[in-house]
């Protein structure tokens, strides 16, 4: 049974539509990916789902259940199946609290007290590889590779199905990064995690994720399988984003296409397709709004997509 | 390739702490060449910003220049008055920092500062705004006249990024330091900014000394690339040689660990394990043999020189030398 | 238990090893062990009348003379010590956890909540001090209750402010975005983990408040508003000292320069505790 389902999912500040409907599915097991610049919406997806961002109209079903607009009394049980990362690794740990007390967190709050707290700090520590005496340091004395790691620590301390991760590796140096995509791989394989990764690092998206979709100002415009938009990508956003990496080679010759300008306002949203203004491949026929076609388990949403191969 | 611009030569740097001297930078020894872009790739606490702020002598209350020269234009920059100091950074040296959310004054209108930064100059306030305006115009900005009258808040990241790299150009400068410009940035954004670099590097002419710990972008924009490792300098040399060539073992499992070349979704990323040493306490010898699979006898003892391998490529590893290593 | 007391050892070394810090500490040290010890310190009664002796310069039985009924004003500068502080530190410690409390239920509880309290604070600060305590008094009689009462009643609305601001700061962080994901409730939130990242801000605008309210103290004791007489105060010394400035200035020197004192060694002592409590400011150092 698919583990979590949102279907249409809106959120609105005031009058920007942060959100305009957002689809899609994660299996049991499987890692998804949601691509993009800043601004497209793929922070507020995920708070969304943990019910910390509002979310207007749609749904968001989790083991077959409702939970949006959940009150927190219904979510808090779980609160234990579902645990997220955030992106700032020191920021998003409590400052005034030894790192044992942050691991073991997640047991207060869902009253299993009786448990022996300072045997699953130990427990913790230790399955993402960092050495005991840790449990006594503040995270002010961690570095933003061993912060990561106790929010990893802290995420699976109560054996969550799904782990919502916003820019797991955002200020991770390169050597550190490997490290923790490792772990997080590991850990997924070992323990059947669900993972959705919220990243603009396409290098990482490869090595993490089943599938991917790609926002853009709110909506996906494109999702399938990891390996086939990294082969074979449709809309020309996406093309536009694989081919904006730059590679450690100097003498890489990139066929490279210019993304013109910048993310349009979310305010004024641009008529028909809302990329054209920025695409290199626009047509007449995208002044029409394009609709959202799925072949071969490949959804997309342009009217003028790139041909199989053209990409290479 | 002869001309050079900036020289620095056996740079130490300490910072002075409650734990004793953090010996931040230790005999930094390179060049920058009018009209090159040279990169400085490392990972964080490896002494980019110490070296930064360093040059521009911007440096925190408890630095200690403990011996070396930065030579600008072939002069000692340490030993220069504050005032001489600030006549150049204004009108040779411009920088572009990280963050282009906190680089401009929020209550004051681009156009106003963009004035404001050519108080040296004696053209009447129509034609600074005309220049203003131009350089708007040449890193990108639409419309730039009207622009001129926006507030800071009114742009992109994107954007303020451009304005920042053309307030830096408006005094023509010999040498324009960008410290992670492009970090704070999308990637499609951060390929605009590389590319306009490389548009104006050529128009204005001018040496770029460009930071980062982005290998890809290192790659695309730079001519030159340092390599540090806390705190020292552990390979210079040609940006194909360090990238095709590398004859330090951090340099090349830096490069490897970048998962921009591993096309095929990888089980196991290469990682490098282990941990940067502490500055106020360094070991003795090779400061990455802790974390070295090739560590050799002699590099626990003995601290390998920068040595020039060939011209143009310097390496401070016992590997390069035979007598050691055979 | 532990962790706490080694935090509070962490503090008040990083403000002793200050210089500014150290002679707060001193100064207000001395002021808090004379008013515990008053009662072994003092020569003389305070209180106690000797005809004979009024009106006396410093002498080695009295230290700092006697005033217009003969009583020892070193005496009663020490006792005045103590009353000052038993109505500094209830008001402050009382207006700050009342201020600290309704301010976080401010930041972090509903807009119509936090309108109401705003509310609320702004109408208590609309308050003059003085007024206040003057219709206040002309109720319930001057008393160190009353000082202490209405001392308190006008300081909470700046604790509430700064503990609402606070809040509003803090819970947008992704530690605190971290903790709802995970489920923790209101309580838990505000008391495990806002808490302690405010408290250190409000010490310190306690620790310099303390100085404004002895010297408010003194001034509706000047007023005669303030603590009854005989009881000694600081203020009820400076009153007068300023009656008989012309027959003897050591009323005035008694009164006032505790009064001094007690100000710098409190502001002081906050100074040096915002630098230390700060983590911004200690990184730079």
């Known amino acids: 049974m698919t583990l979590l389902d949102v279907k249409n999912l809106h959120t609105s500040y005031g009058k920007v539509d942060v959100l305009a409907g957002v689809s899609f599915e994660v299996e049991p097991g499987e890692t998804y990916a949601l691509v993009g610049e800043s601004g497209s919406g793929k922070t507020t997806v995920i708070r969304a789902i943990a019910g910390l961002a509002p979310a207007q109209q749609g749904s968001v079903k989790f083991d077959g259940r409702e939970i949006r607009g959940a009150s927190e009394r219904e979510l808090r049980p779980l609160r234990k199946d579902i645990a997220m990362m955030f992106q700032d690794p020191v920021g998003s740990l409590s400052p005034r609290l030894t790192i044992r007390s942050l691991i073991t967190e997640p047991y207060r709050i869902q009253g299993m007290r009786q448990r022996d707290l300072d045997a699953e700090a130990k427990r913790l520590l230790e399955m993402v590889n960092l050495p005991a005496h840790f449990a006594d340091r503040y995270p002010y004395q961690l570095s933003g590779g061993q912060a990561r790691r106790v929010g990893v620590a802290r995420a699976l301390a109560l054996e969550p199905k799904l782990i919502l991760a916003d820019e797991p590796t955002a200020g991770l140096d390169v050597s550190v990064q490997g490290e923790l995509l490792n772990l997080m791989n590991d850990l997924r394989e070992r323990l059947g995690l669900a993972m959705v990764i919220i990243t603009h690092n396409l290098n990482v998206v490869r090595h993490v994720a089943d599938r991917m979709g790609i926002m853009y100002l709110g909506r996906l415009v494109e999702e399938g399988d990891t390996e086939t938009i990294f082969a074979d990508p449709r809309h020309p956003y996406t093309h536009c984003l694989l081919s904006a990496n730059p590679e450690p080679d100097p003498d890489a010759r990139l066929e490279r296409i210019a993304l013109k300008g910048e993310p349009p306002s979310l305010l004024k949203r641009p008529q028909g397709c809302e990329f054209r203004e920025r695409c290199p491949f626009a047509k007449p026929i995208c002044t029409t709004v394009p609709p959202w076609e799925v072949e071969n388990g490949h959804g997309l949403r342009c009217l003028s997509p790139m041909k199989a191969g053209q990409a290479a | 390739m002869s001309d050079t611009l900036l020289q620095i030569d056996n740079l130490g740097v300490d910072y002075e702490t409650a734990r004793g001297d953090l010996k931040a930078l230790r005999d930094i020894t390179f060049d920058v060449n009018r009209g090159e872009i040279v990169g400085i790739v490392g990972e964080s606490g490896c002494g980019k910003s110490t070296l930064i702020s360093s040059i521009l002598r911007l440096t925190a209350p408890n630095t200690r220049f403990r011996q070396g020269e930065i030579r600008f234009k072939g002069q000692d920059l340490l030993p220069l008055s504050e005032r001489r100091m600030r006549a150049l950074r204004g009108e040779d040296i411009s920088i572009v920092f990280q963050d282009p959310m906190q680089t401009h004054n929020p209550v004051l209108t681009i156009g106003q500062q963009m004035l404001d930064i050519q108080h040296r100059s004696k053209a009447s306030k129509a034609e600074k705004r005309a220049r203003a305006a131009k350089m708007l115009g040449a890193v990108g900005i639409p419309d730039p006249e009207a622009r001129l009258d926006q507030f800071p808040h009114e742009f992109s990241g994107g954007m303020r990024q451009r304005i920042a790299i053309a307030m830096a150009l408006m005094s023509e400068p010999d040498l324009l330091i960008a410290d992670e410009p492009t970090t704070a940035l999308d990637a499609t954004l951060e390929v605009q900014i590389i590319e306009r670099l490389q548009e104006l590097q050529q128009q204005f002419d001018c040496a770029i000394l460009f930071i980062s710990h982005h290998l890809g972008v290192i790659a695309e924009l730079c001519d030159r690339v340092v390599v540090m490792y806390a705190g020292a300098v552990i390979e210079s040399g040609d940006v194909r040689e360090i990238f095709h060539n590398p004859k330090h073992p951090y340099t090349r499992r830096l490069i490897d660990c970048d998962p921009g070349h591993i096309k095929t979704r990888a089980r196991v990323l290469p990682t490098i394990p282990g941990e940067v040493p502490d500055l106020a306490n360094l070991p003795e010898g090779c400061i990455f043999r802790d974390r070295c699979d090739q560590a050799l006898p002699c590099c626990a003892h003995q601290v390998p020189p920068l040595t020039q391998l060939q011209e143009g490529h310097r390496a401070a590893c016992w590997l390069n030398h035979e007598e050691v290593s055979a | ?285």
């Open chain 3, 1 to 285: 238990m532990s962790k706490s007391r080694s935090e509070l050892s962490l503090i008040l070394t990083g403000v002793a090893r200050d210089p500014l810090g150290l002679m707060g500490l001193i100064i207000v040290g001395t002021i808090i062990f004379c008013a515990l010890f008053a009662a072994w310190i003092t020569p003389h009664d305070p209180i106690g009348m000797n005809i004979k002796d009024r009106l006396q310069g410093p002498s080695l039985t009295y230290l700092l003379g006697t005033d217009q009924l003969g009583r020892d004003t070193f005496s009663r500068v020490i006792m005045g010590g103590q009353v000052a502080l038993k109505v500094a530190l209830p008001a402050v410690f009382g207006a700050m956890i009342i201020g600290l409390t309704l301010g976080m239920i401010a930041g972090y509880g509903p807009k119509w909540l936090d309108n109401l309290l705003m509310l609320f604070f702004d109408t208590i600060r609309s308050f003059p001090t003085v007024m206040f305590a003057l219709a206040v008094v002309a109720l319930v009689g001057p008393s160190l209750q009353t000082v202490v009462f209405v001392v308190m009643a006008t300081s909470i609305p700046t604790y509430g402010r700064v503990a609402r601001t606070q809040t509003l700061t803090l819970r947008n962080s992704e530690f605190i975005l971290a903790e709802r994901s995970m489920g923790a409730g209101m309580a838990r939130i505000l008391g495990v983990h806002m808490l302690p990242n405010i408290i250190g801000v409000l010490a310190v605008l306690a620790a310099m408040d303390i100085p404004t309210v002895i010297a408010l103290e003194a001034g509706l004791s000047f007023l005669g508003l303030g603590v009854k007489p005989p009881t000694p105060s600081w203020g009820a010394l400076l009153k007068d000292g300023y009656a008989l400035i012309r027959q003897t200035p050591w009323l005035v020197v008694g009164g006032g320069l505790p009064i001094i004192l007690a100000t710098l060694g409190f502001t002081f002592l906050g100074e040096s505790l915002r630098d230390v409590v700060d983590p911004k400011l200690r990184k730079q150092r």
